[in-house]
């Protein structure tokens, strides 16, 4: 019988059937005290005095008891996780309780007038039959409502009431006391079968649910892991984000002052020699890895930041129309160089219309949709329509290309980081596999739909749907923004740095090595200086030096940081522009330097993206000069 017993489970089972049995108490005590008053008045006339009053002790004492015990056992009940102490206490507490009360239905027969008297009246012989079919009700009830949760106790508390209703069988019935006998015997065995079945149902029943919870926060922590892992390995590229950048910024640089130094006229009298001619081969290849390294860089950095959730969109007012034009631009050279035609589509009804969204990630979007799409083409072109949708009022921005086209069963795989399809050999022309992951992360964190329509041999459509438009002016700020980075992103048309004075703040040996050579294949006037208390500052200042333009790293030593720096360089030198270089995650800066009005560069920065800045910068402070 151990195995039934309460104390053979676990203490978690232990503690769920403690719970159920406590809160079945609760309902124990009032319909007890239903039962008593509906027998009361059913039979308190013809029962005999003795035993009414016997059967009325115990059942009294049996209510009071359990009220007792529910009240005692309260606490524990509430508690998430009663002691096994409270639990064993428990157990011997609702037996001994059970048993009386199962001594209390017993006593029935108690009630029962003697066979003579009910065999010369038909209500007396009713009288008796009441009484055995309400002690068979108790039983049935205590088997559904008691035995499942604490089978012990059942198995108490109907032993005491059979001993105590066969005993009292033979008086009332006579003759036909084996029947009734029999029949009480049988139905309190079956009802006890009935308990087993339930109790069994009713542990496989716990135990399921028990593993089920547990199952659930064995995949919450799992993914809570996950979630940290993926925390923990973004907070290390963003730590080591600026030593990882340095040397890769140091590297694009010197291969670029390389190429410039090669590429210095000769005189016709010097023909490129063969040797000459292989080394110019690989400068070109060593600038190609180069790139390749600063690309695939990049690509992790921002896919990582994605991926953590640390960067997050900053909507403002843009006119997509403007901005296709823009990243259309960017990609023309790349359309020509492949001999494909690369066009644009705008509806008369998009052509004003403005959104509200981020303006980085939607550039990003769709940069990387292009580049994609040229990328995958070989013949043909990409065209990219804008375009209002009559139903909801919202632009549908869709980059077409004539490309291999996509199954239907990778059209999911592809939008997986490092998932290149036919790429088997990881051929590095054909991307890196991170560019359509980027569009995934950039669409999920500014809620835009991102629909793609494709075949084997008939090409590739994917569309962003962007926000419904806004059909009214846009604000000034919007406008003056849209401007500023039309004009920002216009190519040098000329090399009009020579004698420029620049002056740099980097600590980084290397970088300073880099950024020399480089500016002086553009022969600016470049000073350097390794950070914010370097003397080499107060030299320039007794030199009558003033730089037109400072670029300045952002980590410096001593716990320095650029901004502040460049404030107090601002206040000595205030006819200066300022450049701040950075290999910290946009994140943790982009913010600030904007707040603090400096534009920033993200290392490694291409060369040619340094000297678009500085003309663009010095351009503009010699316009403002010449005003």
């Known amino acids: 019988m151990r195995k039934f017993w309460l104390t053979a489970y676990p203490p978690e089972i232990q503690r769920e059937l403690f719970g159920i049995g406590h809160h079945n108490l609760a309902g124990v005590v009032p319909s007890g005290i239903v039962l008593m008053l509906l027998v009361y008045l059913a039979v308190g006339g013809a029962a005999p005095t003795q035993g009414l009053h016997l059967w009325l002790a115990c059942a009294v004492l049996a209510r009071v008891l359990a009220l007792v015990l529910w009240l005692r056992f309260r606490a524990a009940a509430r508690a998430p996780h009663p002691s096994p102490a409270a639990v064993r206490r428990w157990m011997w507490s609702h037996a001994a309780t059970m048993s009386l009360l199962g001594l209390s239905i017993g006593l029935f027969g108690a009630l029962f007038v003697p066979a003579e008297a009910a065999a ?250 292009l580049a994609n799409a040229l990328r995958y083409t070989a013949h043909g072109g990409v065209l990219v329509t804008l375009r209002v949708r009559p139903a909801s009022g919202a632009l549908a921005l869709t980059v077409h290309d004539t490309g291999s086209g996509i199954a239907a069963v990778n059209q999911t795989r592809i939008f997986e980081p490092y998932v290149q399809l036919g790429n088997a050999e990881r051929d590095r022309r054909q991307g890196l596999g991170l560019g359509l992951a980027i569009v995934r992360q950039c669409t999920e964190r500014l809620g835009l739909a991102l629909r793609l329509r494709s075949a084997p041999g008939k090409g590739s459509a994917f569309t962003l749907e962007l926000p419904a438009a806004l059909r009214c002016a846009a604000p000034e700020a919007a406008q003056a923004t849209t401007t500023a980075t039309s004009r920002a992103d216009a190519p040098a048309l000329s090399d009009a740095l020579a004698g420029r004075r620049v002056l740099l703040i980097d600590d980084d040996p290397m970088v300073c090595d880099a950024m020399r050579r480089l500016l002086a294949g553009w022969h600016v006037d470049l000073r350097v200086a390794g950070h914010g208390e370097d003397p080499a500052l107060a030299e320039l200042a007794r030199q009558s030096w003033a730089p037109e333009a400072v670029l300045c790293d952002h980590r410096l030593p001593g716990g320095q940081h650029g901004l502040a720096l460049l404030d107090r360089l601002q206040d000595r030198w205030p006819g200066s522009s300022a450049v701040l270089l950075t290999g910290e995650p946009p994140e943790r800066v982009q913010a600030q330097a904007e707040e603090a009005g400096y534009p920033v560069l993200y290392k490694p920065v291409p060369a040619a993206l340094l000297h678009t800045t500085l003309l663009a910068l010095l351009s503009a402070r010699s316009a403002a000069a010449g005003g």
Not at 141 to 157: C, E, K
Not at 169 to 192: I, K, N, Q, R
Not at 220 to 236: G, I, M, P, T, W
Not at 263 to 282: I, M, T
Request: aromatic share 4%; hydrophobic share 50%; glycine share 6%.
């Open 120 to 369: 010369r009246s038909v209500p007396l012989a009713m009288h008796n039959l009441f009484l055995t079919m309400a002690f068979l009700g108790s039983v049935a009830y205590s088997a559904a409502g008691n035995g499942p949760h604490d089978l012990p106790a059942f198995l108490i508390s109907v032993t005491c009431a059979a001993a105590a209703m066969l005993a009292c069988v033979p008086g009332a019935y006579g003759a036909y006391a084996v029947h009734v006998a029999g029949l009480c015997l049988v139905f309190t065995v079956l009802m006890l079968w009935v308990a087993v079945k339930a109790h069994r149902l009713l542990l496989d029943t716990i135990t399921l649910r028990l593993a089920n919870e547990q199952l659930a926060r064995n995949h919450a922590e799992a993914a809570a892991q996950a979630r940290q892992a993926n925390l923990d390995k973004s907070d290390f590229l963003a730590a080591a984000s600026h030593d990882l950048r340095q040397p890769v910024h140091a590297l694009v640089l010197l291969v670029e002052a390389l190429r410039q130094r090669r590429a210095l006229p000769r005189s016709h009298a010097e023909p490129v020699s063969g040797a000459e001619g292989e080394q110019d081969q690989l400068i070109g290849s060593i600038g190609e890895a180069a790139h390749a390294i600063s690309h695939l860089f990049g690509g992790l950095m921002e896919l990582s930041r994605l991926e953590s959730g640390r960067e997050q969109p900053q909507p403002t007012v843009l006119q997509p129309a403007a901005l296709l034009r823009q990243v259309l631009a960017r990609h023309t050279a790349q359309a020509e160089q492949q001999g494909l035609r690369l066009r644009a589509r705008v509806a008369r009804s998009a052509e004003a219309a403005w959104v509200h969204t981020d303006r980085v990630m939607l550039e990003r979007c769709l940069g990387n949709l």
